[in-house]
Nanobody, 127 residues
Framework: QVQLVESGGGLVQAGGSLRLSCAASGRTFSISTSGWFRQAPGKEREFAAAISRIRSGGYYAEYADSVKGRFTISRDNAKNTLYLQMNSLKPEDTAVYYC?????????????????WGQGTQVTVSS
């Protein structure tokens, strides 16, 4: 099993920045892909960003079009921590942000392909 705990959410004005963190524990060696999803009130949970380890030892990242160019996903393997740097925040970025992990090395955007989830952290962007 893998346990994920998010932190770093909060209230920020439009145009501001936040950095989310996700600390992983347990069978972290089995995880090849980590990601962030978000769920706004009354909406389905949606993919935001993910980072996956590739065979050469490097990583590649993918982003939803809605966050591309504003959000950056990264990971610190020594700390077993995933990050999401969010810049130029907009009110429509308001949501609960969830960290997720999967063992496969392919980035998938459907929630049912991710077996491990954190409890979520609230991000609120005021206009």
């Amino acid at each position: 099993q893998v346990q994920l705990v998010e932190s770093g959410g909060g209230l920020v004005q439009a145009g501001g920045s936040l950095r989310l963190s996700c600390a992983a524990s347990g069978r972290t060696f089995s995880i090849s892909t980590s990601g962030w999803f978000r769920q706004a009130p009354g909406k389905e949970r949606e993919f935001a960003a993910a980072i996956s380890r590739i065979r050469s030892g490097g990583y590649y990242a993918e982003y939803a079009d809605s966050v591309k160019g504003r959000f950056t996903i990264s990971r610190d393997n020594a700390k077993n921590t995933l990050y999401l740097q969010m810049n130029s925040l907009k009110p429509e970025d308001t949501a609960v942000y969830y960290c997720a992990a999967r063992e496969g090395s392919v980035v998938v955007t459907t929630t049912y392909d991710w077996p491990y989830w954190g409890q979520g952290t609230q991000v609120t962007v005021s206009s």
